[in-house]
Each structure stands twice: as C-alpha cells, then as structure tokens.
C-alpha cells in the first residue's frame, strides 16, 4: 500500500478508536485512491489532502430532551457531522434509529461528499441523526421530538450553510414537523433549508422516489454497457422502506421482476414477482410505524422466512440491498457464491456491504456497484429541490425525472472515465466511484488553500 495512505489510515485509527463504522469506510475509500495518490502524492501531502479529508470540519454533537405522551422525560443524543465544504453547503440527511452512534454518522458523512461530488451538483457532504427510535412512538411525540432536536440544530444549519434531509426514520412527516420549528425560531420563510418537504411548502416532485428510480437508472446505465437489459431480470431486495418502494417501483415498471421484500423479522419471498397492484402496500407498513415486513406476506398470501436475509438464500440475477449498513457479510457472500447465479450487487443502502465482502463477491465475478453512485438519487434531487427553492418555483415531474436520469447517467460515465484515466481494466466501479468523487473534492480543496 502507498506509504501515505498506510500513514492516514493509521493515524485516523488511533485518533478514531470505537469508531469501527467510520473506519470501515476510510480505508475501503482511501486504500482504492491508491493510483490517483501515487501520481500527486507530493501535491497532495503539501497540502494535507488526505489528512483534512478524514477529519470532519465540525462535529456537533447535543443533548434532545423531549417528553412523551405520558409525561415522562426523556434524554436523547442529536449529532450533525458537517464534514467537508470544499464544493457546496454541507448537504445529507438525518437519521433516526436507535442504534444510531458517533461512528455510524461520520461514516455516513464522509461517504455523503464523495457521492455528493459524484451528483456533479454544488453540494458538499454532511450528515446527522439521533439515537431517537420512531418505532411504536406517536405523531405527538415524534412532534415534540423533532422540536427539540431542531431548536439546538437551527443554529447550525442555513440553505447556504448546512442542508438537512431525510434517512432512515425521518421522512415527510419527521422534515414538516423539523421544518416548522426552525421557521418559528428564525422568524424566516428559509424553506431551502431542509429537503424532503412536502409539496404544499417547497418540497420537489419525484423526491420520495428518487432513491429507487435513481438506483434503478444506474442499473440500467451498467447493463447497457455490459450488452444487457433489466427486462425479466429477477431482483432479491432487502428492506421495504421508502428507498425499497422506489426501486420496487421503477424495477416493475420496466420488467423487471422482484422476488423479496425484508425487514427486520425476516424476508418475504414471491416467486412470480411483486404485482405492480401490490407495490402501495409497502407505504401502508411504512405509515404503520410498526417495522415488520411480515404483514406483506399475511396479506397476499407469500412465504414469510423469518429471522432470514435473502443473501445467499435466494437466487435472483441482481442483489439490492436497500436496507442498511453492514447487511451483507462475508458468510452471505460465500452463500451467494456458493449458491450462484448472481451476476450484479446493486448496493442502495449505504455501506451494505462489508470490505471482506466486497472483495470476495468481485474476486467470484460479481459486478458490485457501490451505494455512493447507486443510491446518489436521493441527493441530487434534493439538489435540484434546493434549485427549485431558490428560484421559487416548482418543475414539473417529467422535468425532474429527466435530469435525474441525466444525473444517473453521468454518475456512470465519470465512473468509466476515472477508470480509464487510471488504466484499471477490469469493471471495478467500486474504485472508479472513488476515484471520481475523489478527485473533484481534492482539486476544490487544493485551490481554496489550507483551510
Ligand atoms: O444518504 C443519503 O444520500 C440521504 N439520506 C439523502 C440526503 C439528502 O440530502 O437528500
């Protein structure tokens, strides 16, 4: 491995320790630049570039006092990790789940200005979140929730300094409720401040979908490449949050067909394919708040596997995960090979996958596409939200459908093209997605000086 990078990662291990997470995504990113840092390794230790990538330009990190429906008191954690500027706003979402810790939010923030770069639009990478968990809890809580997290957070956030969104557990209810404390408090009508917004205040048509089909663009864009079409391609897909209904969407509607849903008490698995009639029910659970993936297969009749992922159980020609980080581990890669048939790993969560894993999968011939490009939708049409805010104005669907396919369809070509310019032949997109995100934040950061 080059010396500098060996010296980064060491140096961000002792500096990091408990943050295995966040350790896991700094050395799978900084070890896959080797070619780029091997050819600027001078510039680039001038001017501390790998250095400054890994450490967070300020990390805020404060207490969520909130009561529930009963009157009881209770102490949650808020964090909003603003780790690089160098392009843009810092821009990501928030997560509420309550495994929620440091070292899962600056995983999630250094992995957000990668991608975020990858969008070509102007946005640098953040991320927060709350140890906070919406299961089982009420609107009026989840309300005061939100209130209290955001009358610490409005301080720090602003449509040019810092633009939250939605991830796991917070979605259009979760961003109405953060978005009306934060006008209270700023006596403003800043709604470019947050993304994921409803419609009837500033949120953008195609948003709640636009992980999915932005994931399922990209697919599309690698099996024209590799000579293929996604037409009665079989997908396995894990979870069946918002992330999973767009991409279950979008996979239908162009023939593709999806054999598995999952949650956290198991998968359901339907041999023929998810009925385009069956696809609404998912918002249903989602709305539930209940998180069991079990009440699809009690109420069309398929076969529920619990405690089950479908990695290595289930054959199907592409693999989706669309559930969270660190699903697929090493004894579901050797399943999946084992098991065979698999061709693509079409990661949409993010950091589905475990570095072992990867590297396992790509050594048997799987294609893995990894989550920064694949699930990098979601973010550029938060982008193109934060636009539409700015000119207050609303485009069309079709408008933003089809710049969220350009989009897509860009993320690919930087991918091939990074690839290329490192002379790497093989169809590593995990490495050129690296390369390329890399690269732009590291030019930008070089000509802005030590800062
Ligand atoms: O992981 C992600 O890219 C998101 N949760 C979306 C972030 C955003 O600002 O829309």
Not at 175 to 192: A, D, H, M, V
Not at 355 to 363: F, G, R, S, T
Request: net charge neutral; glycine share 12%.
């Amino acid at each position: 491995m080059n010396s500098y990078i060996k010296e980064v990662i060491d140096a961000t291990a002792a500096k990091n320790p408990g943050q295995p997470e966040f350790m896991q995504t700094v050395t799978e990113v900084l070890t896959s630049l080797e070619p780029l840092v091997e050819k600027n390794e001078k510039l680039y230790r001038e001017n501390a570039i790998l250095e400054r990538m890994v450490e967070p330009e300020r990390q805020i990190m404060f207490r969520v006092p909130w009561t529930d429906d009963q009157g009881k008191p209770h102490v949650n954690r808020g964090y909003r990790i603003q780790f690089n500027s160098a392009i843009g706003p810092y821009k990501g979402g928030l997560r509420f789940q309550k495994d929620v810790n440091l070292s899962i939010i600056k995983f999630l923030g250094f992995e957000q200005v990668f991608k975020n770069s990858l969008t070509s639009l102007p946005m640098g990478g953040g991320k927060g979140g709350s140890d906070f968990d919406p299961v089982g809890k009420s609107d009026a809580e989840v309300m005061r929730f939100c209130q209290s997290f955001m009358t610490e957070l409005y301080r720090h956030i602003g449509p040019n300094l810092d633009v939250p969104a939605g991830d796991m557990g917070v979605g259009g209810r979760e961003i109405g409720y953060l978005f009306g404390q934060y006008k209270r408090i700023r006596n403003q009508y800043e709604n470019g401040v947050l993304t994921g917004k409803g419609l009837s205040f500033g949120g953008s048509l195609i948003r709640p979908e636009a992980t999915g089909y932005g994931a399922t663009y990209f697919l599309t864009n690698v099996l024209s490449y590799l000579g293929k079409n996604i037409k009665g391609m079989t997908f396995a897909i894990s979870g069946f949050g918002n992330v999973a209904w767009g991409a279950t969407e979008k996979i239908t509607e162009l023939g593709g067909k999806v054999l598995t849903l999952s949650g956290p008490d198991g998968y359901v698995y339907i041999p023929n394919g998810i009925k385009k009639e069956e696809i609404p029910y998912m918002l249903e659970m989602q709305a539930s708040h209940k998180n069991i993936v079990k009440m699809f297969a009690d109420k069309f009749g398929y076969e529920f596997v619990p405690g089950k992922k479908p990695w290595g159980n289930v054959k199907a020609d592409i693999y989706m995960p669309c559930a969270r980080q660190n699903e697929i581990l090493i004894e579901d890669a050797e399943a999946t090979v084992k098991m065979g048939g698999v061709q693509i790993l079409n990661e949409v969560s993010n950091m589905p996958t475990t570095n072992e894993a990867v590297a396992y999968l790509q050594q048997h011939g799987i294609i893995v596409c990894p989550s920064k490009a694949v699930n990098a939708g979601g973010v550029a049409v938060s982008g193109l939200e934060m636009s539409q805010n700015s000119e207050r104005l609303a485009w069309s669907k079709e408008e933003v459908d089809e710049k969220l396919k350009g989009i897509m369809a860009n993320i690919f070509k930087q991918i091939i093209d990074a690839l290329q310019a490192a002379g790497i032949k093989e169809n590593n997109f995990v490495q050129g997605a690296n390369l390329a995100g890399f690269k732009k934040v590291a030019d930008a950061m070089i000509a802005q000086g030590l800062v």
